[in-house]
T-cell receptor
């Protein structure tokens, strides 16, 4: 089973509108971290926002917020007031503690390509 | 503060050759991880180094290897290149090895095998 599932291969949003990118995850760990990254066509992965499994409040960073629903194992990214520069690939990722196995790798979803329309 | 630097940015190699990619992490970061990104497989974990020791390795053949130096700079090597090794190779550095630690990525090395 996939650990990170992003069901939207592509999304379109009108400039200045809000958009939600979906992410569900699968883990048996109690302690884990969820991350969202933006990848423009240049290739660099840009960190956007982080949510810890024990965080009770949803994370926010400027125009980005994370809608964390732990029981449903979902961590959706909400981008408010979309801008043309938001057009990029967006990846949801998880870092698990793997019960002390000593592995801290990031596991990524397949990504969602967001296109902002003027 | 300088970010993660990967060199070279682009490479074209012939099947059967070997290649070495370099990654300089953010100053003070001791954890360096490598990822391969292809259109078909997405982002896949290659290996992680911390304090010059490989801590974890992904499901890749032995042709893929790496190392980390005392200044935390890391190199990865791919021997006997295959067409399927064409990919964007991303390096990420982290301050700590912990669940909540942010990973900072470089711009990647785009490898084309012909």
């Amino acid at each position: 089973a996939q650990k990170i599932t992003q069901t939207q291969p592509g999304m379109f949003v009108q400039e200045k509108e809000a958009v939600t990118l979906d992410c569900t995850y699968d883990t048996s760990d109690q302690s884990y971290g969820l991350f969202w990254y933006k990848q423009p066509s240049s290739g660099e992965m840009i960190f956007l926002i982080y949510q810890g499994s024990y965080d009770e409040q949803n994370a926010t960073e400027g125009r980005y917020s994370l809608n964390f629903q732990k029981a449903r194992k979902s961590a959706n990214l909400v981008i408010s007031a979309s801008q043309l520069g938001d057009s990029a690939m967006y990846f949801c990722a998880m870092r698990e503690s793997l019960s002390g196995a000593g592995s801290y790798q990031l596991t990524f979803g397949k990504g969602t390509k967001l296109s902002v329309i003027p | 503060k300088a970010g993660v630097t990967q060199t070279p940015r682009y490479l074209i190699k012939t099947r059967g050759q070997q290649v070495t990619l370099s990654c300089s992490p953010i100053s003070g970061h001791r954890s360096v991880s490598w990822y391969q990104q292809t259109p078909g497989q997405g982002l896949q974990f290659l290996f992680e180094y911390f304090s010059e020791t490989q801590r974890n390795k992904g499901n890749f053949p032995g042709r893929f290897s790496g190392r980390q130096f005392s200044n935390s700079r890391s190199e990865m090597n791919v021997s006997t290149l295959e067409l399927g090794d064409s990919a964007l190779y991303l390096c990420a550095s982290s301050l700590l090895r912990a669940v909540g630690t942010e990973a900072f990525f470089g711009q990647g090395t785009r490898l084309t095998v012909v």
